[in-house]
Nanobody, 119 residues
Framework: VQLQASGGGLVQAGGSLSVSCAAT????????MGWYRQAPGKQRELVAR???????NYSDSVKGRFTISRDKPRNTVYLQMNSLKPEDTAVYYC??????????????WGQGTQVTVSS
């Protein structure tokens, strides 16, 4: 299983960007999917997560500005980011919990995509 992220880029403060991430390969069941971010000199932190059933949770710093969604048949997760702030600048990583045919769970990570918000 591989996670391929796309999107991101450079935007001015107040603007919008979106990122997406698709799970490919020998996918059986994808449970939770999520987005994390890591700014220079900081630890990786949760941005948003969505369950297989569609329940979502967000970090307080992005609530009301970011929206996570997923396309289950395509094993793809999206993050729409609005009202971006310079402090949102980071490398964004997608994650997915994969459940194999035998029930074994494994968490996979995407390669990371840069989001830069200029002031």
């Amino acid at each position: 299983v591989q996670l391929q992220a796309s999107g991101g880029g450079l935007v001015q403060a107040g603007g919008s960007l979106s990122v997406s991430c698709a799970a490919t390969g020998r996918v059986f069941i994808i449970n939770d999917m999520g987005w994390y971010r890591q700014a220079p000199g900081k630890q990786r932190e949760l941005v948003a997560r969505i369950t297989r059933g569609g329940d979502t949770n967000y970090s307080d710093s992005v609530k009301g500005r970011f929206t996570i969604s997923r396309d289950k048949p395509r094993n793809t997760v999206y993050l729409q980011m609005n009202s971006l702030k310079p402090e949102d600048t980071a490398v964004y990583y997608c994650s997915a919990e994969h459940q194999a045919w035998n029930g074994v769970l494994h968490n996979y990570w995407g390669q990371g995509t840069q989001v830069t918000v200029s002031s």
